[in-house]
């Protein structure tokens, strides 16, 4: 099995309560290939996604060492995708300051004859309408995710409902549930969005954990219990890179109980990404440190 | 065994998106004694707490049909306790609009000898010198837990501090534990307050579940998920009844899976609560319902 990743890399400048960083990696295919790389064989996580030639040199050599395909990571004569943004209080969310869309703003995924075949399929948040094109380029998908923003349910809601109807996994964030659905509650809007076609619904709350719906209903996770959260860039993707690597390592069908591990799977992933900016703890981490904590998530929230 | 509450009995005008009812039966005291009535036999619960002689009689009768022991509700001329407030948006907050103490404000509570051999002592929101008064008129308590809230760690805070080197379990909610220890993270936050004395810290994150911390570490329970939730007013005092009143009904001392237990008890009886305004819908539980759910709890967060 392999997966496919059709999304963002970007250079992201990050202040958060404990410390400032500029031009560091990012990006939503960044944070989810290199988080499924765990639980996934070598050579197997294809990305599609776009960068500038000013893109250094060092980050591709970092995806390369974890065995990610970059064939379909187009580099464009240009700056790469810049974003910029800053984290108070809680932490929970990020306040954009800048954000420079460079070589991103024109990015058409162009899926590589080699990737056609990929299983697997998570198409990162795009416009929802180059999601579909790259879904109509795989040839015969076994699985497929989706997240979103924003932007585009508010946008693009038509395409955003189409692709809806296309997919078997929609992972997004509480405020977008909200906004789409126009719903305050949570539990109401999973149950919404399901009628529209998905087979699954995964709704992220960052520190307050994540919902999973599904037509035998709903399963509810904590997060992972942290003392400090250092900086929360790419914890969403993260996740879904933990949660869909883990279903895809299953190389099954997914039932109600893989799904509810790959949650907390992706739970545990995002957990170890927030201790450090960017890749950093990603980067030092390593397989038995998930499965100790995916164990210790178990003691803490058993009863 | 038995247990003691002292807290408030009120009239509270509330308003949400699903309605708005004036003068209906409120306080902490209140809705704790309802809640954790389920649990224990008829005629041990001790209430302390004052009121008005405008207190319907309905609403004495009704805590009466519970076996809610009155001799300790004093009844003064003036007016009860009033509050009124709304509730937008995720409605994890309350808006006070405003609040008359009448003749809460100068609430001394006073423990009839027949309440002085309580072993469950639970001292619901008022000012932290009163609660340390009311502890200090019990003869000897198995079991002491607290609430308080923002006014009190603030005008109070060295008094608050020399309660909690008192009582074996802090109950309160996210906001006052931030407060408190001026930390963002409540995982920090719980174990700052654990070192004050405590042996237990129960921190209540509404529609985000709960967290309990001991020596031995984290517990970590989400809330039940609703779909609709008509009025959160009463739900933290609701809690603390079904969690307290579990722990008292097993009558020894509690070990760290009695609490997680508690904990969740505690969750069922708020999520019920919220259901409806005041106390309607605890009017209407049954003990196999709470038992139900309990169980309907355990489904959606194991794993």
Redesign the interface.
């Known amino acids: 099995m392999s997966i496919l990743v059709v999304g963002s890399v970007a250079l992201d400048s990050v202040k958060t309560?404990f410390g400032e960083k500029s031009d560091i990696l990012g990006g939503s295919a960044t944070y989810f290939s290199y988080s499924a790389s765990f639980f996934m064989p070598p050579g197997k996580i294809n990305l599609v996604a776009v960068v500038g030639n000013d893109f250094p040199e060092e980050h591709l050599e970092l995806l390369k060492s974890k065995k990610i395909n970059l064939k379909g990571l187009q580099i464009l004569e240009g700056q790469t995708f810049r974003w910029s943004g800053c984290y108070e209080?809680?932490?929970n969310e990020a306040k954009t300051l800048t954000t420079c869309l460079n070589v991103f703003e024109t990015f058409k995924p162009e899926i590589p004859d080699s990737y056609r075949n990929t299983e697997y399929v998570f198409l990162a948040n795009i416009d929802p309408d180059l999601q579909m094109d790259v879904l109509s380029q795989i040839k015969k998908p076994k699985l497929v995710a989706a997240d979103s923003m924003n932007l585009w349910i508010k946008i693009k809601k038509q395409s955003f409902i189409k692709l809806l109807s296309k997919i078997d996994i929609l992972v997004i964030n509480d405020g977008e549930a909200r906004i789409f659905t126009e719903q305050?509650?949570?539990?109401?809007a999973g149950?919404i969005i399901l009628d529209r076609g998905p087979k699954y619904i995964v709704i992220k709350?960052g520190e307050?954990?994540s919902?999973l719906f599904s037509k035998k209903?709903?399963?509810?996770?904590?997060?992972y219990?942290?003392?400090?959260?250092s900086d929360p860039t790419g914890a969403g993707d993260t996740f879904a890179g933990g949660f869909f690597g883990y279903l895809a390592k299953l190389n099954k069908t997914p039932n109600e109980?893989n799904l509810?591990?790959a949650?907390?799977y992706g739970s545990v992933m995002a957990s170890f990404n927030v201790e450090d900016f960017s890749l950093e703890r990603m980067k030092r981490l390593t397989y038995k440190e998930i499965r100790n904590r995916y164990k210790k998530f178990?003691?803490?929230?058993?009863?």
């Open positions: 309560p209080g809680d932490m305050s509650s949570l539990i109401k149950k709350k307050h954990g919902l209903g709903v399963f509810s996770a904590p997060a219990p942290l003392e400090k959260i109980s509810r591990k949650i907390i178990k003691e803490i929230t058993s009863f």
